[in-house]
């Protein structure tokens, strides 16, 4: 199975300023197909998981622009430009590129 | 709009089963693959399972972890996706979501919980 490990997995920030996390495989992810299937999830407190960014840098529909996402093969990151109150909860990656699907251990953001 | 709407969870016995159901509107469910996902609070999210859809044979592959005590399947005449769970252990309490993690929108139900305890 594929082993997903992200850094760090506590992350207090200052409101207004970036954020990082990053998020590392085992193995490459990237498909026979050409496509890498890397996305990031957000997870509000008391609210289900969210799709921000899909295929390693796609953001979905809706997701602001200070959310970014990028990286190859195995190691891949999620930068956020300027952190607001709104972006506090936890984060996760997730490969499906290859089944089982495998989801990393989850970064909590929080405001300093 | 899109929804899926998880239930069945409950409080269940070592040993026990369960069944949950995700109910599905606002997009061609049939056409999708779809997944079940649960949480844990101390081991966070955990692929669980999925179908694929008619045009795939409705081919299912589910985690180690619960491989050969864990079955999904669908109905897509009802718009409808299961989770059969037997041969329950108390690692598996958990609030379960069905979720479709293609490469289209991602959808995710509310969840139902699932605690396994004597």
């Known amino acids: 199975d594929v082993v997903m490990t992200q850094s760090p997995l506590s992350l207090p920030v200052t409101l207004g300023q970036p954020a990082s996390i990053s998020c590392r495989s085992s193995q490459s992810l990237v498909h026979s197909d050409g496509n890498t299937y890397l996305s990031w999830f957000q997870q509000r407190p008391g609210h289900s998981p969210r799709r921000l960014i899909y295929k390693v840098s796609n953001r979905d529909s809706g997701v602001p622009d200070r959310f970014s996402g990028s990286g190859s093969g195995t190691d891949f990151t999620l930068k956020i430009s300027r952190v607001e109150a709104e972006d506090v909860g936890l984060y996760y990656c997730?490969?499906?590129?290859?089944?089982?699907?495998?989801f990393g251990q989850g970064t909590k953001l929080e405001i300093k | 709009e899109v929804q899926l709407v998880e239930s069945g969870g409950d409080l269940v016995q070592p040993g026990g089963s369960l069944r949950l159901s995700c109910a599905a509107s606002?997009?061609?469910?049939?056409?999708?693959?779809m997944d079940w996902v649960r949480q844990t609070p101390g081991k966070g999210l955990e692929w669980v399972g999925q179908v694929r859809n008619k045009a795939n044979s409705y081919f299912t592959q589910h985690a180690p972890s619960v491989k050969g005590r864990f079955t999904i399947s669908r109905d897509d005449s009802k718009n409808s996706l299961y989770l059969q769970m037997n041969s329950l252990r108390t690692d598996d309490t958990a609030v379960y979501y069905c979720?479709?993690?293609?490469?289209?929108?991602?959808?995710w139900g509310q969840g139902t919980r699932v605690t396994v305890s004597s």
């Open positions: 997730l490969q499906s590129t290859q089944r089982p699907y495998t």
């Open positions: 606002g997009f061609s469910f049939s056409d999708h693959y």
């Open positions: 979720a479709d993690l293609g490469a289209g929108p991602d959808y």
